[in-house]
């Protein structure tokens, strides 16, 4: 355990940003879950919306250092693929 104020205020802080970053990265999967149910579904419309929504979530942890910007490319453009695959069948 920290043995001076500053110590004590930091652990404090990085408890907080870590409960912040665990919150942003737990909608991350909620979205892309659901990307992923509505093209397990074959529901074009859903999977759009879905994508559209999963993007600004990524792109918003991407921003707040909660995921790295290159994973979070990478997920928007597989699931981006996944998508566009439902309407060439």
Not at 6 to 24: D, E, I
Not at 27 to 53: D, F, W
Not at 69 to 87: C, D, E, M, T, Y
């Amino acid at each position: 355990m920290a043995n001076h104020k500053s110590a004590l205020k930091r652990h404090k802080q990085s408890l907080q940003r870590a409960g912040r970053n665990r919150a942003a990265r737990t909608r991350v999967k909620n979205a892309i879950k659901q990307v992923r149910a509505a093209i397990q579904n074959n529901e074009q419309g859903q999977a759009s919306e879905a994508l559209s929504s999963a993007t600004s979530v990524l792109a918003k942890a991407a921003g707040k250092g909660a995921l790295h910007w290159k994973k979070a490319a990478r997920k928007i453009s597989r699931l981006a693929h996944a998508v566009n695959g439902i309407s060439a069948q």
